[in-house]
């Protein structure tokens, strides 16, 4: 009962403490937001709607006021590269490294800015030179590595933009597309001088840097018909079947260039027929009717283009089903048809396009590499129609 008692009394004593806590606590709270230049709420208010002039001149004032203040001086340096305005920014960086008491963790923060700075105006060599420096900081050389890579591949410096992504190989990001990419560019590059020994042994390093690279396969396949190796071109663009056979009708046509130059442009048509059957989304419907054609004649042409767009209906596959009956009609139903091959084609145009998996760029052109986003490998290699 004495027990009970004392828990009755004590009660509102710990109660009253609570309180008296939470005074203290919101009391500090609202002390450090006075102590907040109403400056940066302007400021911040501005960024909300997207007003960055407005942004900038209040944290601009802020800062005069409060040279100390590292993060807002960062923060107006950031939207004055924004902005646009890179000059400001290189010369705000400039100034703040200048500060007395900057830890060596802070100085490498603002440097690391500044080369985004320096970066951003067009100094590509300044901004390099900042981040090499950096490297060996414990807090920004990961990200110092990153800018690094970012500006390689800008200048197509493939030898140092294959040894950064190996430095920023983690568990998280291996980099062997990427990498495989870079070997690529290098036997790109080789090819078009015809230096057969390099661009093989630069194929041969994107085999071990990813061995389903689609993209070496394909330099391989060019490189031995480059030699006059047809059968091994062939074998070399046949693999992309178990690599990612999406990507076969980027070689179609080669292939059966190859198998035209040895004398057997029926197997290299029954091969295009076993693809257009087996893997229906490939775009092979024009090539498949203008080979049959030549080979074969016209009827088996129309049928060989009639099963294709059966098999995946397409505007383009429409409109060479069109072009190819169009000799057959009268005079007025041949107008007809030629009003609608000429709409079908200006929609084709239109729609179908080569898309970024990533960032859903899309263009009419494949590209190895989004120019939007920066991605590697992702665009799609058959082109699709996008309504």
């Not at 490294?97 to 963790?105: K, S």
């Not at 105006?121 to 050389?141: W, Y």
């Not at 046949?238 to 179609?252: C, D, F, G, S």
Request: glycine share 4%; proline share 2%; hydrophobic share 40%.
């Amino acid at each position: 009962m004495d027990i009970d008692l004392w828990w009755l009394l004590l009660f509102p004593a710990f109660f009253g403490l609570g309180w008296l806590a939470a005074r203290v606590d919101m009391r500090a709270v609202l002390k450090q937001a006075r102590e907040v230049p109403a400056g940066f709420y302007k400021g911040l208010d501005a960024l909300v709607d997207d007003q960055t002039d407005v942004a900038a001149r209040s944290l601009s004032e802020v800062a005069r006021a409060h040279p100390h203040a590292l993060e807002v001086q960062l923060s107006l340096g950031k939207l004055y590269r924004r902005r646009g305005e890179n000059d400001r920014a290189i010369r705000l960086h400039q100034q703040v490294l200048e500060l007395p008491d900057l830890t060596r963790e802070q100085k490498a923060l603002v440097r690391f800015e500044l080369s985004q700075d320096f970066h951003k105006a067009g100094l590509v060599d300044r901004a390099e030179e900042i981040l090499v420096k950096l490297l060996d900081s414990h807090t920004m050389g990961r990200a110092a590595r990153e800018q690094l890579l970012s500006i390689y591949q800008q200048d197509r410096d493939w030898a140092k933009a294959i040894a950064t992504a190996l430095e920023l190989r983690s568990d998280a990001h291996s980099f062997q597309h990427e990498v495989a990419q870079f070997y690529c560019e290098l036997a790109q590059g080789a090819l078009y001088q015809s230096d057969y020994d390099k661009a093989r042994e630069a194929v041969k390093n994107a085999f071990a840097a990813n061995r389903k690279c689609v993209r070496a396969s394909i330099l391989l396949g060019d490189i031995e018909t480059a030699q006059g190796k047809h059968e091994a071109a062939i074998a070399a663009w046949q693999a992309i079947e178990k690599q990612n056979y999406e990507y076969l009708a980027m070689v179609a046509e080669r292939l059966f260039d190859a198998y035209e130059s040895l004398g057997k442009p029926q197997e290299g048509i029954a091969l295009l027929r076993g693809y257009q059957r087996t893997f229906s989304q490939l775009e092979l419907t024009d090539l498949l009717y203008q080979k049959v054609a030549t080979y074969e004649g016209e009827a088996r042409a129309l049928e060989a283009a009639r099963e294709a767009v059966h098999a995946r209906p397409s505007l383009l596959g429409v409109y060479r089903l069109v072009e190819s009956q169009m000799d057959e009609l009268s005079t007025e139903g041949r107008l007809d048809a030629e009003v609608a091959r000429a709409l079908i084609m200006k929609h084709a145009q239109r729609l179908t396009v080569h898309r970024c998996k990533r960032c859903n760029f899309r263009s009419r052109a494949f590209f190895w590499h989004c120019p939007a986003c920066g991605e590697w490998e992702s665009f799609t290699p058959n082109r699709s129609e996008n309504h």
